[in-house]
């Protein structure tokens, strides 16, 4: 991945699996985290072939978003389509 995120345009290969650590509480407490896997061509070809969910700090998959092609994520992963709707990939 490394090598991919150099570059300013890429395409994740299947199984790519990406993972945010969420603070929802904003004090700095690890409330969840948000998982985005590239799954088969087809998956969901019209977004990229993501699955997307939100798992609490034990790893068990939340309900609220439902996972899977969730339109509450992708309306925002679809800003970053240059890079396979990864939103955070510059590297600092
Ligand atoms: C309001 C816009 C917005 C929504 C909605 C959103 N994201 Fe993101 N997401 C971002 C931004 C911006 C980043 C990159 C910056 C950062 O890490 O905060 C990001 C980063 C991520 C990353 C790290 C990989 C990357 O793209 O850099 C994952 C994984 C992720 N989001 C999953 C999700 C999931 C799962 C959902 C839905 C439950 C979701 N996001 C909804 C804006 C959003």
């Not at 969730?70 to 992963?77: D, E, G, L, R, Y």
Request: with cysteine; glycine share 14%.
């Amino acid at each position: 991945m490394k090598d991919l995120v150099a570059k300013g345009s890429f395409t994740a290969p299947e199984g790519t699996v990406s993972i945010k650590e969420l603070d929802m509480t904003g004090d700095g407490t690890k409330t969840g985290i948000a998982v985005m896997i590239k799954k088969p061509a087809g998956y969901d070809a019209a977004n990229g072939d993501w699955y997307y969910d939100i798992r609490d700090t034990a790893g068990n998959v939340m309900s609220d978003p439902p996972p899977g092609k969730t339109a509450m994520c992708i309306q925002c992963h679809v800003g970053g389509k240059s890079t396979d709707y990864l939103l955070g990939t510059k590297l600092q």
